[in-house]
């Protein structure tokens, strides 16, 4: 009886060995796009280097190339990793009043992040008109989240009868970011809690009909003041 031979299509005799290279390692990222979006808002997009980020990072130039063969594409990415997670609706502030929330919302931290990617974006002027995927990445990242979370607000003041159902609420969420930018990118004002605050009572509130004192301030510790009572006197009849 003869033996017979391997088949000459079977596919265990006709297979290369696979060859695996290195796997890349990604666990550097988060820090290397920290540092890219450091230099960016110190030095601008045309100051930037790819040199500058990868000392910033503590990291090998080679290393960054790998990842994103140009600056541009670190840009995006770094960008991008600004937006900091979605937005959870469910955490924002509920203090009972439009005032109370919007209050609420400024922190120390939300400051210096918002003032930080302000600056990013100042940085990228010159490139945003050109390239209409930079624009988008920037507006999800630094714009939308904080519009988001004041039209929220905003939305739900009216449902709980605060204000009118009428209230302009999809500009009115803007005013904040859009005045910030002014203010950081031409003025070259820092923004801060007094500058915030005056937006919510000078601008937001007289819009939708309270006024400035409609609602604690959550930094205060202080309830709004209540007005004097009526001289029964007076109102006697």
Same mark, same amino acid.
């Given at each position: 009886?003869?033996?017979? $031979?391997?088949?000459?299509?079977?596919p265990?005799?006709? /297979?290369e060995?696979v &060859?695996? %290279?290195?796997?890349?390692d990604h666990? #550097?990222?988060?820090?290397?796009?920290?540092a890219?979006?450091d230099?960016?808002?110190?030095? $601008?997009?045309d100051?930037?280097t790819?040199?500058m980020? /990868?000392?910033r990072? &503590?990291? %090998?130039?080679?290393?960054?190339?790998? #990842?994103?063969?140009?600056?541009?594409e670190?840009?995006?990415?770094?960008?991008a990793?600004?937006?900091?997670?979605?937005?959870?609706l469910?955490?924002?502030?509920?203090t009972?009043?439009?005032?109370?929330?919007?209050i609420?919302?400024?922190?120390?931290h939300?400051?210096e992040?918002?003032?930080?990617?302000?600056?990013?974006i100042?940085g990228?002027?010159s490139?945003?008109a050109?390239?209409?995927?930079?624009?988008?990445?920037?507006?999800?990242?630094v714009?939308e989240p904080?519009v988001t979370?004041?039209r929220?607000l905003?939305?739900?003041?009216?449902?709980?009868?605060?204000?009118?159902?009428t209230?302009?609420?999809d500009?009115l969420?803007?005013?904040?970011?859009?005045?910030?930018?002014?203010?950081?990118?031409?003025e070259?004002?820092?923004v801060n809690?007094d500058?915030?605050?005056?937006?919510?009572?000078?601008?937001?509130?007289?819009?939708?009909?309270?006024?400035?004192?409609?609602?604690a301030d959550?930094?205060?510790g202080?309830?709004?003041?209540?007005?004097?009572?009526?001289?029964?006197?007076?109102?006697?009849?």
């Open positions: 009886m003869t033996q017979l $031979g391997p088949a000459e299509d079977d265990a005799e006709e /297979a060995p &060859k695996l %290279g290195r796997r890349r666990t #550097r990222d988060p820090d290397i796009l920290a890219a979006v230099v960016l808002a110190e030095c $601008g997009y100051g930037m790819i040199d980020v /990868a000392s990072a &503590k990291a %090998g130039k080679a290393t960054l190339y790998r #990842r994103w063969p140009s600056k541009g670190l840009v995006i990415d770094a960008v990793c600004m937006k900091n997670g979605d937005l959870n469910s955490q924002l502030p509920d009972g009043t439009l005032r109370g929330d919007l609420a919302m400024i922190k120390p939300s400051i992040d918002g003032e930080k990617k302000l600056r990013v100042a990228l002027m490139l945003l050109h390239s209409p995927e930079l624009a988008e990445t920037a507006r999800l990242s714009v904080r979370a004041h929220f905003l939305r739900r003041a009216i449902e709980r009868g605060e204000i009118s159902p209230s302009d609420v500009n969420a803007t005013v904040t970011t859009a005045m910030a930018s002014m203010r950081v990118l031409f070259r004002k820092p809690r500058f915030l605050i005056s937006l919510i009572d000078g601008v937001i509130l007289p819009a939708v009909g309270l006024g400035a004192g409609s609602g959550p930094g205060s202080s309830a709004p003041e209540a007005p004097p009572a009526a001289d029964p006197a007076v109102t006697a009849h």
